[in-house]
């Protein structure tokens, strides 16, 4: 309409509203807010973790011990390694995170068959938009990789290389990825068993063999490389107690409901438990009527359905919307692939039966439930990601820019909690004293930690005096789980040999464990010097 009105003004003028032209303006749009982000978005301990593990890696031998005991691969590790030194900073994770943000997105709205108000939709949703693009770790892998198999899906008559490339690093993400990496592989090994028209298409290339053989080395060391990544933290995984807990069967597919609309069940309360599982069990009978037309979209979501959901069930429940996000992402994925159309079945017969009847109408229904998902997604993202520039998502750069102001970071630090609070460590690019490793470090090292009780946090203290007898003052930063918290700006305490006065509070902050607060400590003999 707008276009048209200035064709009229000015016969010349082509227009910039014309749909092909709007249509790149979002993914654009996309693209820009991303990079805002990168330069505002506070890091949070998990981000920061990938950051310094790799910031603090001089090989990649130290990498892969420094990585070891966050019990994930190394992929995401690695590649923030190979850019740390663009910055010498976080920046250079966040830019990289961007890239790749950026570059599924593109994927997904070159080559996926959603129509465009869908495409938007999804793209600002709250998984792609703000879990997955503002916030810095390694779940944007497996969402780029799954966007890339299912761009190169068709591929697959030519060459199997590029899907196995997919296999093998979705493997080398996340532990959850492996979902989408059994679905993948899944569906390929399905069509080379069940249809040999394809089979003989394949082996016209001359160099089939070659291309086959290729593809299973990559695949098979790929993914062993993972299994050895993840077998090293097995004593962390949370194995179902029993084979039948109809209460965490619950829980879990609460997870799945988190998938579809974002809506987890209180766990503790039977009837919310209850609902969720008639509502989870109808939009999942609705989706595989929808995918029923075709053979390979629908063994994609079944199989990475269930790989998932047994995984949550028997090994690991997960902890926030990033982990359920994996719904999500089979979902889409087999909803894309439900579009290629070498793909679907046709029924030949005439038989109707109430079953084929409730099927096709759960399969009308379905598109009208994906819109309300998108809908619901696209709410939450935007409004995540809007409030990300106006509430910090940890308080941790700003606390490490009033210590850099002060001209403190030359000051000995004593800190805790080690896993908030070295997210201050990060910014600062110091070494802090963690009582829960009874000495200086960056990172959390996971496999060397004591957790201490806030009770001990004065205890520490004076236990780090002890341990430093050259350090008589030195500067306390405490994560809100710590103790002193009652202590305002300008107050000072002693507690028996240490004095303690508080400096300032930084409670802005959408993370609450990441709320800090600064005091100086001394021995009491000495007197404190503003």
């Known amino acids: 309409m707008l276009s048209s009105r200035f064709q009229r003004i000015n016969p010349y003028y082509k227009g910039i509203f014309t749909r092909d032209n709007f249509a790149v303006i979002f993914p654009l749009f996309f693209i820009f807010c991303g990079l805002l982000a990168a330069f505002h978005h506070s890091l949070w301990r998990d981000e920061m973790q990938g950051w310094l593990v790799a910031w603090r890696s001089d090989t990649l031998v130290s990498l892969w011990k420094n990585n070891a005991p966050s019990g994930h691969p190394i992929l995401w590790s690695l590649l923030i390694y190979l850019v740390k030194d663009l910055t010498g900073s976080p920046l250079s994770m966040q830019l990289l995170h961007w890239f790749l943000g950026s570059t599924a997105i593109i994927c997904f709205w070159k080559w996926s068959p959603f129509p465009n108000w869908q495409k938007i939709l999804f793209i600002f949703g709250y998984f792609p938009f703000w879990e997955y693009f503002f916030v810095c770790r390694h779940y944007v892998l497996a969402e780029l990789l799954t966007f890339v198999f299912c761009a190169t899906y068709p591929f697959r008559k030519i060459s199997y290389i590029p899907a196995s490339l997919c296999i093998g690093l979705l493997a080398n993400t996340h532990a959850f990825s492996w979902s989408l990496a059994f679905s993948a592989s899944a569906i390929l090994l399905f069509e080379w068993f069940s249809n040999p028209l394809h089979r003989i298409g394949y082996q016209s290339n001359r160099l089939w063999r070659f291309d086959l053989l290729l593809s299973l080395v990559i695949t098979i060391s790929f993914v062993s490389f993972a299994a050895f990544s993840l077998i090293q933290v097995r004593e962390a995984v949370d194995v179902s107690p029993s084979l039948i807990d109809f209460r965490h069967?619950?829980?879990?597919?609460?997870?799945?409901?988190?998938?579809?609309?974002?809506?987890?069940?209180?766990?503790?309360?039977?009837?919310?438990?209850?609902?969720?599982?008639?509502?989870?069990?109808?939009?999942?009978?609705?989706?595989?009527?929808?995918?029923?037309?075709?053979?390979?979209?629908?063994?994609?979501?079944?199989?990475?359905?269930?790989?998932?959901?047994?995984?949550?069930?028997?090994?690991?429940?997960?902890?926030?919307?990033?982990?359920?996000?994996?719904?999500?992402?089979?979902?889409?994925?087999?909803?894309?692939?439900?579009?290629?159309?070498?793909?679907?079945?046709?029924?030949?017969?005439?038989?109707?039966?109430?079953?084929?009847?409730?099927?096709?109408?759960?399969?009308?229904?379905?598109?009208?439930?994906?819109?309300?998902?998108?809908?619901?997604?696209?709410?939450?993202?935007?409004?995540?990601?809007?409030?990300?520039?106006?509430?910090?998502?940890?308080?941790?750069?700003?606390?490490?820019?009033?210590?850099?102001?002060?001209?403190?970071?030359?000051?000995?630090?004593?800190?805790?909690?080690?896993?908030?609070?070295?997210?201050?460590?990060?910014?600062?690019?110091?070494?802090?004293?963690?009582?829960?490793?009874?000495?200086?470090?960056?990172?959390?090292?996971?496999?060397?930690?004591?957790?201490?009780?806030?009770?001990?946090?004065?205890?520490?203290?004076?236990?780090?005096?002890?341990?430093?007898?050259?350090?008589?003052?030195?500067?306390?930063?405490?994560?809100?789980?710590?103790?002193?918290?009652?202590?305002?700006?300008?107050?000072?305490?002693?507690?028996?040999?240490?004095?303690?006065?508080?400096?300032?509070?930084?409670?802005?902050?959408?993370?609450?464990?990441?709320?800090?607060?600064?005091?100086?400590?001394?021995?009491n003999r000495y007197s404190l010097v503003d």
């Open 249 to 523: 069967l619950l829980r879990v597919i609460g997870r799945v409901l988190g998938g579809y609309i974002l809506i987890i069940p209180n766990h503790e309360r039977w009837l919310d438990l209850l609902v969720s599982f008639l509502v989870s069990i109808f939009l999942v009978t609705s989706t595989i009527s929808f995918l029923s037309k075709s053979k390979s979209a629908l063994l994609f979501f079944l199989s990475g359905f269930i790989f998932l959901f047994l995984f949550n069930y028997y090994l690991y429940l997960g902890v926030g919307s990033r982990h359920y996000g994996y719904y999500y992402l089979i979902l889409i994925a087999s909803i894309w692939i439900s579009h290629y159309p070498n793909d679907f079945i046709v029924n030949k017969t005439n038989v109707i039966s109430p079953f084929n009847n409730l099927v096709s109408k759960l399969s009308k229904i379905f598109p009208f439930l994906l819109t309300i998902c998108l809908s619901i997604h696209f709410a939450a993202g935007l409004h995540r990601s809007i409030y990300d520039f106006h509430m910090p998502y940890s308080a941790a750069q700003s606390t490490a820019e009033y210590i850099q102001q002060k001209g403190w970071d030359d000051q000995p630090i004593f800190a805790t909690r080690d896993v908030e609070v070295m997210t201050v460590s990060g910014y600062l690019d110091k070494d802090l004293y963690y009582p829960e490793i009874n000495g200086w470090g960056s990172y959390t090292q996971w496999n060397n930690r004591e957790p201490i009780d806030r009770g001990q946090t004065l205890n520490s203290i004076s236990s780090f005096f002890l341990k430093n007898p050259d350090i008589q003052r030195a500067l306390i930063v405490l994560s809100r789980g710590s103790a002193l918290r009652d202590l305002d700006p300008g107050e000072n305490r002693v507690y028996d040999n240490i004095r303690i006065v508080a400096d300032k509070k930084f409670e802005r902050s959408w993370v609450k464990p990441e709320r800090f607060y600064l005091y100086w400590a001394e021995n």
